[in-house]
């Protein structure tokens, strides 16, 4: 990787970046239609490293997005359906004696993969949900006292159910750290769901998805991302923001440190996709909420008032200063 003096990648770098956003937009957008942002903020999550936590209601296409981001990219995908009687050793992994050999051979989990995608995540029980944490923060398994490493690029892209409905664990707050991002699809528009119907209705559009990269071009990605420059008043305005949750009185848990290291891959992303080899103030406000809206626990005041975690992170950017001079 070349780069100069402070970092910032080189603009072969930069369109590189571009040239696959590009290519996995279009792909994607052909199965979720009428949801640019949505597709956009999920392209940004894997450029930066990290997972994405799909919620909504059911219908509205939170697997098909996970599978249409799994099958653009040419990688090992492994897709587990979550229910409450499965085990962390289906996710892990487990050791099985091999009576012919005489000896105990690991089988690979599910979680074995460069794209995996888990359907409705809380239904499994915190246990098994707990199985994850490991691979998500370390990108590797611990099982029976051995390691074993996770191949890269690896993200998890999980969907879920609001809370409310029938049969629903919620995540525990490590899980929910370990997510860089959380997104919701939404209803279409009328325009949309029209099309839908008659795009939809003969066969699915992921039957005639293919690969539009693969997993080493996102790798030099990801490395390319991580060189995009950050400078010290970003930096700081992003330590800002994280400080301020932890003492507003709207939250009873505010952002971690991992969720401001998050916040800053996610807005070094979206700066290459926008072109650019620096990181500017409005790549951080578009991608606040999504970053740490999850991840924060409301006040019993502000449960009250029936307000939600992403009115109070918009709160926090109305409160904290915007600095000048990023470059």
């Not at 099985?96 to 005489?102: C, E, K, L, S, Y």
């Not at 009328?190 to 997993?215: F, G, I, N």
């Not at 990801?222 to 700081?236: G, I, K, N, P, Y």
């Amino acid at each position: 990787m070349t780069t100069d003096t402070t970092g910032v990648g080189t603009t072969g770098e930069l369109e590189l970046v571009r040239k696959v956003a590009d290519q996995l937009f279009a792909a994607i957008t052909r199965v979720i239609e009428g949801k640019p942002d949505v597709v956009r903020t999920t392209i940004t999550v894997l450029f930066a490293g990290g997972h994405l936590l799909i919620e909504d209601v059911p219908g509205v296409g939170k697997t098909m997005l996970a599978k249409a981001l799994a099958r653009s990219i040419d990688a090992s995908v492994r897709r587990v359906q979550f229910t409450p009687d499965l085990l962390p050793s289906d996710i892990t992994g487990v050791s099985i004696f091999n009576q012919d050999a005489r000896r105990f051979e690991f089988r690979p989990g599910a979680i074995f993969a460069n794209v995996v995608v888990g359907d409705e995540i809380n239904r499994a029980s915190p246990k098994t949900q707990s199985a994850l944490l490991e691979s998500m923060e370390e990108r590797q398994v611990t099982v029976d006292g051995t390691t074993y490493p996770l191949q890269a690029p690896f993200i998890v892209m999980a969907t879920q159910n609001p809370i409310e409905m029938e049969g629903t664990y919620p995540l525990p707050e490590a899980q929910r750290d370990r997510f860089m991002a959380r997104i919701s699809i939404g209803y279409p528009s009328s325009r949309a769901e029209l099309t839908l119907l008659d795009s939809h209705s003969a066969r699915s559009p992921l039957d005639t998805l293919t690969a539009v990269t693969d997993a080493a071009t996102i790798n030099s990605v990801v490395e390319a991302v991580t060189q995009v420059h950050a400078s010290v008043a970003v930096r700081q305005y992003i330590v800002d923001l994280v400080t301020r949750s932890r003492s507003t009185t709207a939250l009873r848990l505010g952002a971690s440190p991992r969720a401001g290291l998050h916040l800053l891959r996610a807005a070094r992303a979206q700066a290459a996709l926008d072109g650019r080899d620096h990181v500017i103030p409005d790549d951080v406000q578009s991608l606040a909420v999504a970053v740490l809206a999850h991840r924060l626990m409301p006040s019993s005041e502000t449960q009250l008032a029936r307000r939600t975690t992403a009115e109070v992170v918009t709160d926090l950017l109305r409160q904290v200063p915007v600095p000048s001079g990023t470059r």
